[in-house]
């Protein structure tokens, strides 16, 4: 009796829902009496996610190259799912805010500690030879990762480092993307020219960067940040949880590319090429580009030092011995 009277219950709240959006609630019953069980593999569509690889070469690692990098992507629509409700959030609700922030950087937790299978989940002599079936594609090509950079903060701060106190957000977008940092990471390394990589790219993707950056112009979470009032910019989590995320995207995760790269493309008194032809030694060290989202959340100190004690356990190994 309690079942029917709460079957009797919920069939009531049905028919006004459905009569309040002008539907008939007795029609989506019958859908419902017509349609299958719903499976795990069909919700997921798994059958057609397990397609996805299709290698260019019959090197069984390129395989585990295509996969990690599909995760990667997914990682990023999470990061980018989480910021897009930050920026169109309209309530300054600070618990929204640092629950938002704190989910990303658990994203970018995960992308960064994954990152092994990278460094360490492939035979190098399979990789030199199967990367050259993928020229002139790059990693640097990733639209969703100048996207998450583009809802972080406004575009004068992505500019590069030798030329950002040229720009002020006062500068139009469109003139201050020509000078965006990772352009100058995608230069041919031996005529400076921009590389095939790099003009497929701007091709593909510089009208949909643009109309973001214009979306989200004194939007972006950094701008949501500074919009607060003063309390609540004050709040130790939400500071916090910002220069975590900062920290993670600009120094974390190039560090665990540049793992890769060594591993990879270094040789004896030598570089191998990317793929893309990027110049991945002056592109990837955060102490080169300094980029941040937020440089108003960290110390001077922070900021000078930004990355540089990795790249100096690279490039100087002898004095970051000494400074241990």
Known sequence: MEDQERIASQLAKLAEKYRDSGQDLSSYLDGLLYQRYLTYWDYIHLDTLLSLQVPRTHF?????????????????????????????????????FTEKVNRINSYYKALISSFSIMVRGMEREQFLKYRMALLPSSGFQSA??????????????????????????????????????????????????????LKQFEYRYTPRFIRIAKEVEQHTIYDKYLQLPEKHRNNK??????????INANIHWRLVHMGSA????????????????????????????????????????????????????IFNPDKSKNQE
Not at 66 to 84: A, G, P, R, S, V
Not at 166 to 191: N, R
């Open 237 to 246: 989590a939400l500071k916090n949880a910002l220069k975590s995320m900062d």
């Open 60 to 96: 069984p690692d390129e395989e585990i190259f295509i996969m990690y990098h599909q995760i990667t992507e997914l990682y990023f629509k999470l990061i980018l799912h989480e910021q897009k409700q930050i920026v169109d959030d309209k309530s300054q609700n600070i618990l929204f």
């Open 144 to 197: 969703q990762y100048r996207m998450i950079e583009i809802y972080a903060t406004p575009m004068h701060l992505l500019v590069h480092e030798s030329e950002r106190d040229q720009f002020s957000k006062k500068d139009p977008l469109e003139e201050v993307y020509e000078h965006i940092y990772w352009k100058k990471g995608a230069t041919d390394v031996k005529t400076g020219e921009k590389t095939l990589t």
């Open 262 to 313: 060594y591993r990879y493309l270094s040789k004896e008194n030598a570089s191998i090429e990317a793929t893309g032809g990027t110049n991945w030694k002056q592109y990837l060290p955060p102490s080169f580009q300094k980029v941040m989202f937020f440089p108003g959340l960290h110390t001077k100190q922070e900021l000078k030092n930004w990355g540089k004690q990795w790249v100096d356990h």
